[in-house]
Each structure stands twice: as C-alpha cells, then as structure tokens.
C-alpha cells in the first residue's frame, strides 16, 4: 500500500500541495517496523518486518495497536526468515521500496544498487553463442582442461573459468554495470531469454532488433539430439560445490557449475538460459522489496497455504472489493473468519482512512488472525481507527433475555445508558486524564521497587502507552450500539418460517409494521419530504451499512439473510464461499423468499392444485416443504450473480510468448447481489392476478414449474426501444 | 455517484481522547513528573504517527489528537431526486439509464414508466407501468461503476467488469492518488478508478477523440465527479509528433544539413509540429481551447502519477512518457487485446525500466441455480407378445384403438388418484429435488491481456525533449 496515500491523508497541507503536483514524487521508503514482503526469483513471497536495532519500549504494542481489538503486536523475534535462517532487517529501513537485495552467506540483506534485477546480469551464457558451434567447440577444450584440475584447487579453478569462458564477465557482480548495459547494447540481436518468468529479463533489446533475433533463434544450431540424460554431466560434486559455497561469492558457483557442466555448451540457447537462471537462482539469491498491498498479501498467503485462506485468490480479492462497491467513506460490515480476516484489512486500504469497516469475528474474543493480517497492513492511525472488530454474537446470539434491554439501550441516544447495563469500561475511560498523572500508589511503586532509571523509563513508557490504547478504544458496549444502529428492527428474514425460535408472529408483526411505513414513504416522498433529505442528517439517523461482505465458515444462507437487515436497500452484497454448493442454497433462497400474505387476503383465490404453487417451494435450506397456501413471493435481491474465474498467467518473451505451466484451477465462488428496497421491492401484485393479466395482455410466456433460473424481472425480449428525454 | 461527494467529519474516539504533545512541566517540576510527560508525549507520538514517528521533527504538529476527526459520507440518500442518475433494471441481461427529469417519460418494451413515479421513491424500489394495467415492471438502483458499466452508452469496447476490478486491485489504487489514464472511451474504466481514488484524488484522463472528450466531461459532470477527474483532449503517444519528426528527420538527411546541431533540429521539429497541428486543428474543431497540440505525453510533469492505465492501440509508443510521468515505484498496466501488441508493450517496459512485468488474463464464468429432479430409472418393462397380449391387441384394433381396462387397471387408477391427493407422497417426491449449478453455456471468451509492471526507482527525462 502506498504509504505516501497513507500520510497524504493524516495531512492535509500535503494534501493539497501533491494535488498540485509541482514536484516529482519520491519514492515511498521503507520506515520503522514496517511490514514488508520479500519476492524471489522463484516466485516465493516472504513476509518481513523492518525492525530497528534499538526497539523502543512500548511501540511493539501501540505501534501497530489499538482500537477495538489489538492490531498489531510486539515485534517478531526473527524479523525476517528466509531458508531456515534469520536476518536482520535494520539496515532496510530508509530504503525505497523495489529495491533488490542480496541475500549474503554471512546473515546480511545487502542492498543492490538502482537498476539491478531479481536475476543476476550475466552473459555467461550469451558467450557461448556467440558463434554458434566455434565458441562451443572452444569451451569443451576449457572444460577437459578444467576437468583435470579440478582435485586440485576449486578456487583456482574457478578462476581459470571466468579468464576463460567470459571474455569480459570480472565477476558479473555490481562492478561493471556500465560495462554490461553497453555490451547488451551492442549485441541487441541477441534476447536475453533468461528464464520462464517474466521479472526475470533484463534485456535492453529495441523492438526491431528483437524481430531479428527471433528468426535467429529458431536456426539455433545447436538442440537437444545428442544429449544423454545419465546425470554424470555436472562434473563439479556435491562436496565440492559445498567448498565453494563457504568460500566464493554466489556468482563464481554460477560460473563454475557451467564451465563443469559437459552438456551446457550443447544445449539450446533457450535451455542454457534456463540453466543459467535455474542455477543463480539457487546460488545467488535476491529478492526485491514489496509494499504489503491487498494484492500482494493474498497473493503471498494464497501461495503459502491456499486453504487457509479458504483458497481466495488475489484476483478474487479484488472483484469481492469491486462488487461491493467499497469505497471511501462508507460504512462497510464484514464477516470474514474463513480468510484470515484478508477483506476487512483490504477493505480498510480501499478506503483508505474514510468511513468505517465493521468487522465481524466469531466467539467471545478478537480472534489472533486479526492481529496478524491487519498488522501487516501498515496501516496509518486514521486507517487503524475505521476497524472495528465486532462479535458475530452481536448479531445472531439469542438475546432474548436482555432484548428489550437492548431494544432500549439502542433507541436511546448514546448519554443515556440503560439503566440495567453500566458501561465499566467507557466509564473508566472517561476517567483518564491525558498525560495520566500517577497516583499515589503508582508513584510509591516507582519509588520504592524500581531501582534504575532505566527501568523507571521502561515502566512509565509501557504505561503511556497502555493508557493510549486504553483512550482509543471504544467499548463493547459502544461497538453493540454501532453495529445495533445498522438494523433495521422492522426488516426481517427468516428461513424456514421462523426467526432464531421467535415463531411466526412475530414476523407477521414486523410485516405488518412494514406495510404501515410503505404508505408512510410514499406520502413522505410525493411531499416535501425528499427537500428535507438534503439537509443535514439527523440527530436520530439509523445508518444502515453500505455494502456487506460475508466470507465465513458459517452457512452462508443463515449468516446472510441474519446480516441482512444491517444493509441499506439498493447496496450490494457478496458472498465468498471456497465452495460451489453452499452458495447454490444461498442463492436459491434468496431467488424463492416467501413471506406469510396478510391474512384474508385473496386467501380464496390460491389453490392448492394451482399450477403457480409448484413455484413456491421455499429453498433448499427451507427444505423441501411445501409452503402454506398463504404465501407470497418476494425479490429481497436483485442482479445475482453466482460467478468463479479463471486466471491464467503468461510469460511473454520474444518467440517463447505461451501461458504458464501451472496454473489456478479455482479462486473460489462469488455470490453477488443487490439488495431491493423491502418495502417496494416485493411483488405486490398476486401471482393470478399477473396471471389473468397476462392472459389478457398475452405479455409473457406460462412460468414453468420449478424454473428457477430466471432472473431479475420484467418481461422477455421482444422489442427494445427506449425513449429517454 | 454516490463515491463524488463530500465527506463529513465527525469527532470520533480518537479526537476526543485529548491525547497530545504537552509541556514537560504539565504536571509539575518533580523529576518524576517530567518523566511521566515525556513519556507521555512518547506515546503519543507512536500513536498519532505510527511507523513515522521517527520522521522529521517537522510532523511534531500533526501530534494533536484533535486532528484525526473521522471523515465518512453523509448516509446515501434513500430517496430519487430529480436529476439523479438511476440505473434501470430491466432484466438481468438488459440494463439502462435515465436521468430522473420531471415529467419525462421512459419506455421499454414491458411499457411507459413516467420519471415522475421514480422520484421520491427509494432506491431499490419496483415501478410498474402506466400502461398494460402495470404488467410491466422495472427495478430503479443506485448507480455503482460496475452497473453504469453494464448500461452506459458505449461509444468505444468497454473495459468489462473483471478486467476493471482486477486493473483497481493490481495497480493498488487507494484515497487520493493521482492517476492517468488513456483513453477515455466510454468512460467504464474511469468510473471505476474514479471511486478508488475519491475524495481528494485525481484522475487525468486522456482521449484523442474530440467527441468522446466532451461526452465525457459532460458524464463526469452529471455524476457529481468533476472535482476528480480532468480530461484531456491529447493522444498521449504523440504519433503527430513522432511523424513530423520522422518527416523532418528524412527531409533534413535527405538535404543533408543541421546535422551537427541535433538539439536546434529537434526544437524547430516541435515548433514546426505544433504549427502544423494548429492548422490541422482548425479545420477540424473551432473555438476550443485545449486543442491536442500534437506532443504525445501526459503533460503533467515528471514523476507524479501513482499509477497509470493504458488502453491504447500501440501501448508502446506511451511509455517513454508514462515511464516519465509514473512516480518511483508505482504500478502500470496496459490493456491489450492481441499478443503481439502485449509482446511489444512488454518489450517496451522492460527498456524503460519496469520491472516485475507480469501479464495476466482472466474470466469470468457464471452459474444458473437449477432445482432438479432425479428421479430413480423407469422399472416399466416392454410388452412381451404373448397369446394373451395378442388377443388384446387385436381387440384394440377391432374396438377403434381403445383398449377395454380390466379390474386391475381400473384398481390401480383410482389408486393413483388416492397417491396423487396424498400429501405425504408428494413430499417425497419433491424431495428428490437437488440443487445443481449450471454454468452459462456461452461466456466471454476474451477480452484483453492485462500487462501490470512496476517502475523502477530512478526519475526518467521527458521524451518529448529527445526527439
């Protein structure tokens, strides 16, 4: 994530001269206790914290910490583990990002200079092909020499290769950059098909020369017909490549497994490259320094372990963003357990310190993940600030007991508390004062048992710190009366005609309550009431959440239709599920709501035997129940769209364009929707009275019994035409 | 949309802490007590300024609680209003647009809808028609980027819903980033990156069509989203330039002269390129005054932009400028439909720096829900022609074709009749129903190869300078 965006919007006076643009803008660096991920060659993706030498007392906590729910955590131990090995971080601090590092032999991340890539410039390889079969012929020579010396002195030897083989590779380290752009320059006919990943190139080819080389490479003349595949090619042992590795740098390796390799010089420029980059991959190895975005998070944790994450793919990630319309300033409600809570934390980089994200964890505490995703974030405190980690309880536990409690405590205004539930916690809040004084017994602790003064600034910095937390996180009372503010009470979905063990009369009350505002809107809204919804909002307003996102490993069905009634009409919803099925039932239920009909109502006119009431079979979930007679069909949800995607990924070089050899084979299902306003959004009119209406009007073809594949409404196709003014 | 509007700023949690920078000597002069303030102060620098605290003493301002209000939007606006843009819902594959005007009338196939019913109706709402007794019916929906990209007016091929989330999730657009864009076109594309970088972002688009140009702003100002977007009239690759300056170049080797002075050669190419474009651009367009003076670029100075998108024929002939325009370390992406426009464009980048190119394609695919039924295999035997059964059906001959029914038939009719009012039975057999996913039978098969790079850390001149 752009760490500029992130202090542009704690900044206003920034703000405001970047919209200008007068100056180019500086790369974002790397700062204390950043998180950040290392990208290899091979593609691994690790993830690393930038760690100073001297960790100052308490920002392990609040540095990342604080409000609902702690984000953050004290520093790792290994700030950075890459094979097995720990390294230190400290001197990556102050880096720009994209800057590639070598990994040293001696526990050092050493960084390499601007224009230096994840794979070594090497035209070790470019030699041999100089002339085709002459030069190859020339470097079986050396090999034979070589082969025969090399008991004796592996560091000799070594040498002896580059003199020989490499006419001006020193040692195809840092040192003679210049010197190799220009000879890339000037042998431009020649790509560099370095590998089969696409990062790997580093070739400065134009693209006319390139049209040359590819006819080129296609009379190599050298191919795989002679080669015997017995694994005594490499003439280098395990041993001694072990001497090596403790004595030479990662390139001299390089160099000496090729000169030794009796095959090389026969294979095919495009396998010798492959070999080259296989070999520095292992030997001299690199990374460059990522920004933890949401797409590099995913991707790094999809690529570590897919099912933990419920096997949410990157670009998954991003249409679930998209889908559901997350932008800055809204209020976003998210229930994602079942991946590591990755779309909250996204969501509050897309919102980039605007609005508020609700997120929705299961059971009694903030669950550890929360802390390890959104604590990789990097985020800014006025993005730390819009996440709020809310108990799914909240929301499905059965508050029966205390719900007329809870009824009132939500109605009234937040001064007031109910009188049955004293909020302790915003209490005791309340009671600090901000540079917190000692009190008397803190002070004699100090005092008495803290001997140096280092450790009295140890105490007291912990305890500033503490208090901050403390004053910056909001209550559990205060996130119930948030997330309680997004219901609307009179909106009810039940499955299976019932809600939680309520029974059926109480939804016919909420129906019937709905009814009654339905005509309250319409003669609001053909009034003057829509002048007044300009102005400012009111002091009561219930603010409904914006979009909702559910990713849990709770029935979607249930978990969507109980979060429901948190979000606004006409605002998209989406449903992630690692599986197809689940979402079939989700989204058949929401295709085949049924609500009870008033009663008396036309209650003649359904008959059992009617052809129409094969329709109405509520959802799978629902069973398999025939409804009551007295059942009405409703839209709660329109525009749905149950979609997976297919990702393929292609490394593009010149002759050697062709997809990768693996690839994803699921990033896991969307259910996307768009909720209907539920108090118009029903189909008010009965099913044989559109059915008579259609037999006079010959509008639309018979519904078919058990079709439920239609979607949305309207009638089919005939003719479009459309008058607009 | 809903994405342009202002933001409100209210005091949350964190304004109301009181947490801030104080005096050592706040709480007295015992040492202890300037201790506990310093320590204080500490803190609240790490809250405040997180991983910056560190930074320049310069920040030391921003160490005010009262500072980090909590800015949201005003809650979306329930009811339609007269000029609000709605998203009409026809069917799932048909969708459109109005503008809610008094007393205009919208028709579609299932009949007259009067805009005058649409407004001070919420959104999410059901109309019916004025005619055919209200058997027509439509859904009215608060435009989002990806619904207006399913109804706008496509002037150009549209960037479609998933390439346009993915291009939004790799190029990591967030608040208040600047980013270019190029071109236009129908617009799909800048609406979606327009709600990733509001409020206080930019998006600087550029288009070479002066029609599509003022469609354009004309869209963007309806939307509510002017103070985000500029849209240049401008063709970012500069291919009159560059022809001019080809010309020249063959005319000026051709005479053989100023080829000493290549920088006095290349000033007057641009001159002379600029004349030339002017008078072009008379004939074509009068009175406008952000004519396309014929110099590729994005003309917004060096090193700028967080992010740029290219959807451009010839991809390559634009990122020496965007490797100019892009600030160290931000994301590209081009959208290209054909591999050889991919090969060079990856060429390209890879000249002017990027690194980490990656090239992606993806699809969507899409399910019907079908509740079936599988019922168990047929167990009716052929009939076997025995003396019996042959008797039989000469009698069916003879009778006309009407077989006589015998006792057991007649038996197991009314049997079937008892079934078929039995609930229970029929329980059972709706029970066999299951839910299956069908996938759409035709899907997009393509649309683009999306090529995301990274530049590199070091600024780039502007090329417009060398030719």
Redo the contacts between chains.
């Keep these: 994530?752009?760490s500029?965006?992130?202090?542009?919007?704690?900044?206003d006076n920034n703000?405001n001269s970047?919209?200008n643009?007068?100056?180019?803008?500086?790369?974002?660096t790397i700062?204390?206790?950043?998180h950040i991920l290392l990208?290899f060659a091979d593609h691994r993706q690790i993830f690393a914290q930038a760690v100073p030498k001297h960790k100052?007392p308490?920002?392990g906590a609040?540095?990342g910490?604080g409000?609902g729910g702690g984000v953050g955590g004290a520093a790792p131990h290994h700030p950075c583990k890459i094979n097995k090995r720990s390294y230190a971080t400290h001197n990556l601090i102050g880096l720009?990002?994209?800057?590639v590092l070598e990994v040293g032999r001696d526990g050092k991340l050493v960084p390499l200079p601007?224009?230096e890539?994840?794979l070594p410039k090497s035209d070790i390889f470019l030699m041999n092909n100089d002339d085709g079969n002459n030069n190859n012929n020339n470097n079986n020579n050396n090999n034979n020499n070589n082969n025969n010396n090399n008991n004796n002195n592996n560091n000799n030897n070594n040498n002896n290769n580059n003199n020989n083989n490499n006419n001006n590779n020193n040692n195809a380290e840092d040192d003679d950059d210049e010197e190799e752009e220009n000879n890339n320059d000037d042998e431009g006919d020649d790509t560099m098909p370095t590998s089969n990943d696409?990062?790997a190139?580093?070739?400065?080819?134009?693209?006319t020369t390139?049209t040359t080389a590819s006819t080129n490479s296609i009379t190599t003349p050298t191919d795989n017909r002679n080669l015997i595949d017995d694994n005594t090619s490499q003439r280098l042992t395990h041993t001694c490549v072990d001497l090596l590795k403790t004595s030479t740098s990662g390139s001299n390796i390089v160099a000496a497994l090729i000169s030794n390799s009796a095959t090389f010089s026969t294979k095919t420029k495009y396998s010798q490259a492959k070999y080259v980059t296989r070999k520095q991959m292992k030997y001299q190895i690199r990374c460059?320094i990522v920004?933890v975005?949401?797409?590099t998070m995913c991707a790094a944790m999809h690529s570590k372990d897919a099912r933990k994450l419920a096997n949410l793919r990157?670009?998954t990630?991003?249409?679930i963003?998209?889908?559901a319309?997350v932008?800055?300033?809204?209020?976003v409600l998210v229930a994602d357990d079942a991946v590591q809570g990755i779309i909250s934390s996204s969501c509050v980089?897309?919102?980039?310190?605007?609005?508020?994200v609700m997120g929705l964890y299961p059971g009694k505490f903030v669950p550890g993940y929360v802390d390890v995703t959104a604590g990789r974030m990097?985020?800014?405190?006025?993005e730390?600030?819009?996440l709020r980690w809310i108990s799914l309880g909240e929301v499905f536990g059965n508050t029966s007991s205390n719900e007329t409690n809870y009824s009132t405590f939500t109605s009234s205004t937040s001064a007031t508390t109910s009188n049955n539930i004293v909020d302790i916690e915003k209490r005791d809040r309340e009671k600090i004062?901000?540079?917190?004084?000692?009190q008397s017994h803190t002070?004699q602790y100090?005092?008495n048992d803290l001997k140096t003064e280092h450790k009295?600034?140890v105490f007291?910095?912990k305890?500033?710190?503490r208090?901050?937390r403390k004053?910056?996180?909001?209550s559990l009372l205060e996130l119930r009366e948030l997330i309680g503010n997004c219901r609307n009470e009179k909106e009810v979905y039940l499955l299976d005609g019932k809600v939680n063990e309520g029974g059926g009369g109480k939804v016919e009350m909420a129906e019937e309550e709905e009814e009654e505002e339905e005509e309250e809107?319409?003669a609001?809204?053909?009034s003057d009431?829509?002048v007044d919804?300009?102005g400012p909002?009111r002091e009561d307003?219930k603010?409904q959440c914006?979009a909702l996102i559910i990713a849990t490993k709770y029935d979607p069905t249930t978990t969507l239709f109980g979060l429901l009634p948190y979000l606004?009409?006409?605002?998209?919803f989406v449903v992630y599920s690692e599986f197809?099925?689940p979402l079939?039932?989700t989204?058949?239920a929401l295709?085949n709501y049924y609500v009870p009909q008033e009663e008396g109502d036309q209650a003649d006119n359904i008959n059992a035997d009617d052809d129409t009431n094969d329709n109405i079979?509520i959802?799978?979930a629902v069973g398999?129940?025939?409804p009551p007679p007295m059942m009405q069909r409703r839209?709660i949800a329109?525009?749905l769209?149950?979609?997976?995607?297919?990702?393929?990924?292609?490394?593009?070089?010149?002759g050697r364009?062709h997809p990768n050899m693996s690839m994803s084979q699921n990033g896991g299902y969307i259910l996307a929707g768009?909720?209907?306003?539920p108090?118009?959004?029903?189909?008010?009119?009965d099913d044989n009275v559109?059915k008579a209406?259609?037999a006079?009007?010959g509008?639309?073809r018979r519904q078919q019994s058990?079709n439920?594949?239609k979607?949305?409404?309207?009638?089919?196709?005939?003719?479009?035409?459309?008058?607009?003014? | 949309m809903?994405?342009g509007?202002p933001?409100?700023q209210t005091r949350?949690?964190?304004a109301k802490?009181?947490?801030?920078l104080?005096d050592e000597t706040?709480?007295g002069d015992d040492p202890?007590?300037i201790?506990?303030?310093?320590?204080?102060n500490?803190?609240?620098k790490?809250?405040?300024?997180?991983?910056?605290?560190?930074?320049s003493s310069s920040?030391l301002e921003?160490v005010d609680c009262s500072?980090?209000n909590?800015?949201?939007?005003?809650?979306?606006?329930?009811?339609i209003?007269p000029d609000d843009l709605v998203v009409v819902?026809?069917?799932?594959n048909?969708l459109?647009f109005?503008y809610a005007?008094p007393?205009?009338?919208?028709?579609?196939?299932?009949g007259h809808f009067h805009?005058n019913d649409f407004?001070?109706?919420?959104?999410?709402?059901?109309i019916r028609s004025k005619n055919?007794?209200?058997?027509?019916?439509?859904?009215?929906?608060?435009p989002?980027?990806?619904?207006w990209a399913r109804s706008l007016p496509h002037r150009t091929q549209i960037v479609h819903?998933?390439d346009?989330?993915?291009i939004?999730?790799?190029l990591?657009l967030?608040?208040?980033?600047?980013v270019c864009e190029s071109g236009t076109g129908s617009g799909a594309m800048s609406h979606?990156i327009l709600?990733?970088i509001?409020?206080?972002g930019?998006l600087h688009t550029y288009e070479f069509n002066k029609m599509r140009v003022e469609k354009a702003r004309k869209e963007f100002e309806g939307h509510g989203l002017k103070h985000l977007v500029e849209v240049h009239h401008r063709d970012v690759c500069g291919k009159k330039s560059l022809l001019e300056a080809k010309k020249k170049r063959d005319s000026d080797e051709k005479s053989e002269e100023a080829n000493d002075e290549t920088y006095a050669a290349s000033t007057e190419t641009s001159a002379r390129s600029d004349d030339s474009d002017s008078n072009n651009l008379d004939t074509d367009n009068n009175n406008d005054n952000d004519d396309d003076d014929g110099m590729g670029g994005f003309q917004?100075?060096?090193?700028?932009a967080?992010a740029i998108f290219l959807d451009l024929p010839e991809p390559?002939l634009a990122i020496p400028h965007a490797a100019h325009t892009i600030?160290?370390?931000g994301n590209i992406c081009s959208y290209s439909p054909c591999?050889e426009q991919?090969?060079?464009t990856?060429?390209?980048l890879?000249?002017y720096?990027f690194?980490?190119?990656?090239?992606?394609?993806?699809?969507?695919?899409?399910?019907?829900?079908?509740?079936v039924?599988f019922e168990a295999p047929p167990t009716d035997l052929p009939v076997i022609l025995t003396e019996e059964t042959a008797s039989m059906e000469k009698e069916r001959c003879t009778n006309g074709g009407v077989l006589p029914k015998t006792d057991e038939q007649n038996n197991e009719e009314e049997e079937e009749v008892a079934v078929a009012n039995d609930?229970a039975t029929?329980?059972r057999k709706?029970?066999n129903?299951?839910?299956?996913?069908?996938p759409f039978p035709q899907m997009r098969g393509h649309t683009a190869?999306l090529?995301f790079a990274?530049?590199?850390?070091?600024?780039r001149p502007d090329p417009n300078n060398q030719i």
């Design positions: 994530m752009n500029n965006a992130a202090t542009t919007s704690t900044n703000n970047s919209s643009h007068p100056t180019p803008l500086s790369p974002p700062r204390e206790y950043d990208h100052r308490g920002i609040s540095g910490g409000i720009p990002y994209g800057t601007e224009g890539d994840l696409n990062d190139t580093t070739t400065t080819t134009t693209t390139t460059r920004q975005t949401p797409y990157d670009d990630l991003g249409r963003l998209s889908n319309n932008h800055a300033g809204q209020f980089k897309r919102m980039g310190g605007y609005g508020t990097n985020y800014s405190l006025r730390r600030q819009m004062s901000w540079p917190a004084p000692l002070r100090i005092t009295i600034n007291l910095e305890r500033s710190a208090f901050t004053l910056t996180r909001y809107i319409v609001e809204g053909s009431r829509m919804d300009d909002p307003d603010r914006d606004a009409p006409s605002c998209p197809l099925e079939l039932r989204f058949h295709q079979i959802p799978d398999t129940k025939k839209n329109i525009n769209r149950l979609t997976d995607s297919w990702f393929r990924e292609y490394q593009v070089l010149e364009t768009t909720k209907l306003c108090l118009t959004g029903t189909n008010e009119l559109m209406m259609r006079k009007f509008g639309r058990g439920t594949t979607r949305g409404g309207g009638v089919r196709p005939a003719k479009r035409k459309k008058v607009e003014k | 809903d994405f509007r933001m409100i949350g949690i964190v802490s009181n947490i801030r104080v706040h709480l202890l007590d201790q506990v303030c310093r320590a204080a500490e803190a609240a790490n809250l405040l300024l997180g991983n910056d605290s560190t930074s920040s921003l500072l980090y909590e800015q949201h939007l005003p809650p979306a606006r329930r009811l209003q819902f026809e069917s799932f048909d459109n109005v005007t007393n205009a009338i919208f028709s579609n196939r299932n805009h407004i001070g109706k919420p959104y999410g709402c059901k055919n007794e209200g058997l027509g019916f439509l859904y009215l929906l608060r989002t980027p990806e619904l819903e998933l346009a989330s993915m939004v999730h790799y990591n967030c608040p208040d980033m600047i979606a709600r990733s509001a409020p206080h930019k917004i100075g060096q090193g700028v967080h390559w600030r160290p370390n591999m991919t090969q060079r990856c060429a390209a890879r000249q720096g690194h980490s190119v990656r090239t992606v394609e993806a699809r969507l695919m899409e399910y019907f829900v079908d509740e039924e609930h029929k329980k709706v029970s129903k299951m839910l299956c996913a069908r190869f090529t990274t530049a590199g850390n070091a600024l």
